[in-house]
T-cell receptor, first 113, second 115 residues
Framework: GQQVMQIPQYQHVQEGEDFTTYCNSSTTLSNIQWYKQRPGGHPVFLIQLVKSGEVKKQKRLTFQFGEAKKNSSLHITATQTTDVGTYFCAGPASGGSNYKLTFGKGTLLTVNP | SAVISQKPSRDICQRGTSLTIQCQVDSQVTMMFWYRQQPGQSLTLIATANQGSEATYESGFVIDKFPISRPNLTFSTLTVSNMSPEDSSIYLC????????????FGAGTRLSVL
């Protein structure tokens, strides 16, 4: 079945350092989404990418969708302690409702102040 | 987006009992889902809650263990039946609003511990 793989599983950085998490799908995706889950919280939608090669920015966050629409990345510039949390990518689940999502395992980011 | 109220927020239950979790949305939504999240793990889809009909369960989840109701377009319940310690987890409901292009909005979750 469809797999969405995410690396790294954990990343610890010093405040001010950059951070990147990578997402790879075993199948071509019509779109990819990113969610953030703070410790003790619930997943919160960040962004959706639809077009091949698309790049979107939200302040210090840069999201990229690969040309083949099978991979994506999230880059945070100059991390802050407020960036702490787990970042999940998610793509439409194959074979069925377009509304279902398959989530990656997530990357847990911790930031040392 | 949508405002989602999920309750209870947490509970501690005895083995063999059942717990019903409620998910209330402030507007009619297209889709409602129920997930399970083990501590430090990703989200696993339990089922899609279908309005007025039986839920659609994912592989590994069955109706007898996780009965789901969705009587209307704004409300759903998930029951965790005959609980065992292995059911200790976070349970989350999520919704897709109309025109939202499969973006999901999550409730705050129910943290369940089974003793």
């Amino acid at each position: 079945g469809q797999q969405v793989m995410q690396i790294p599983q954990y990343q610890h950085v010093q405040e001010g350092e950059d951070f990147t998490t990578y997402c790879n799908s075993s199948t071509t995706l019509s779109n990819i989404q990113w969610y953030k889950q703070r410790p003790g919280g619930h997943p919160v939608f960040l962004i959706q990418l639809v077009k091949s090669g698309e790049v979107k920015k939200q302040k210090r966050l840069t999201f990229q969708f690969g040309e083949a629409k099978k991979n994506s990345s999230l880059h945070i510039t100059a991390t802050q302690t407020t960036d702490v949390g787990t970042y999940f990518c998610a793509g439409p689940a194959s074979g069925g409702s377009n509304y279902k999502l398959t989530f990656g395992k997530g990357t847990l980011l911790t930031v040392n102040p | 987006s949508a405002v989602i109220s999920q309750k209870p927020s947490r509970d501690i239950c005895q083995r063999g009992t059942s717990l019903t979790i409620q998910c209330q949305v402030d507007s009619q939504v297209t889709m409602m889902f129920w997930y399970r999240q083990q501590p430090g793990q990703s989200l696993t889809l339990i089922a899609t809650a279908n309005q007025g009909s039986e839920a659609t369960y994912e592989s590994g989840f069955v109706i007898d263990k996780f009965p789901i109701s969705r009587p209307n377009l704004t409300f759903s319940t998930l029951t965790v039946s005959n609980m065992s310690p292995e059911d200790s987890s976070i349970y989350l409901c999520s919704v897709v609003t109309s025109g939202a292009k499969n973006i999901q909005y999550f409730g705050a979750g129910t943290r369940l511990s089974v003793l």
